[in-house]
């Protein structure tokens, strides 16, 4: 499995911007895909946005597209998701997830999907 480490957290106002990196330590393969999951209290994790390692293909959740961008650099194992023209409701705790192998099924916005799991870092988003 790959182990995953979030940093970029913090703290901003309305309309600012904020970039967040997950580093990867362990085995990638061009098949493999990473993405972003954020999660409220009490409710339920929720997509945010994917890229396959290999060919670079993005998804996004409709909430978020036109404002944040996913990006991975593959020579220091790295993913971003760089955060623009935030609101207050995009606060919430950003987990970075794993999934080792995908095939042509991959559902990137299914928790299920993900085999590793970072340990969140905290956005806070205030109006």
């Known amino acids: 499995q790959v182990q995953l480490v979030e940093s970029g957290g913090g703290l901003v106002q309305s309309g600012d911007s904020l970039r967040l990196s997950c580093a990867a330590s362990g085995p990638t393969f061009p098949n493999t895909a990473m993405g972003w999951f954020r999660q409220v209290p009490g409710k339920e994790r929720d997509f945010v946005a994917a890229?396959?390692?290999?060919?670079?293909?993005?998804y996004y959740a409709d909430s978020v597209k036109g404002r944040f961008i996913i990006s991975r650099d593959s020579a220091k194992n790295t993913m971003y998701l760089q955060m623009n023209s935030l609101k207050p409701e995009d606060s919430a705790v950003y987990y970075c997830?794993?999934?080792?192998?995908?095939?042509?099924?991959?559902?990137?916005?299914?928790?299920?999907?993900?085999?590793?799991w970072g340990q969140g870092t905290q956005v806070t988003v205030s109006s």
């Open positions: 890229i396959r390692w290999g060919f670079g293909n993005t």
């Open positions: 997830a794993a999934a080792t192998e995908t095939n042509t099924d991959y559902d990137p916005g299914s928790y299920l999907e993900y085999d590793s």
